[in-house]
């Protein structure tokens, strides 16, 4: 898959999201596909594309980490106000 696809795939599917955590995402890709292609331009195609996916899995990481911080904020927030019965579904 032509690397520019994969990129704007992921930003559609962050894009979709609509959280902050995606929102902030969306906005470095652009300068990642820049450095990427600063950092990468000496390697070989096949070296390259397993940094790149490794870099993809971190931001996955990264995101599903804050949105799992934005949800137990949320569960707190619910618990804290008495609405027990929202925060168990």
Known sequence: MDAMILIIRIQNWLASQQRASATRLVSVIGEIVIL????????????????I???????????LSARRQEISRLIQELERDGRVEEAEN
């Open 36 to 51: 990427g292609d600063k950092d990468f331009y000496g390697l070989e195609s096949d070296k390259a594309k397993n940094e």
């Open 53 to 63: 996916i490794k870099i993809i899995i971190a931001l996955k990481e990264s995101y």
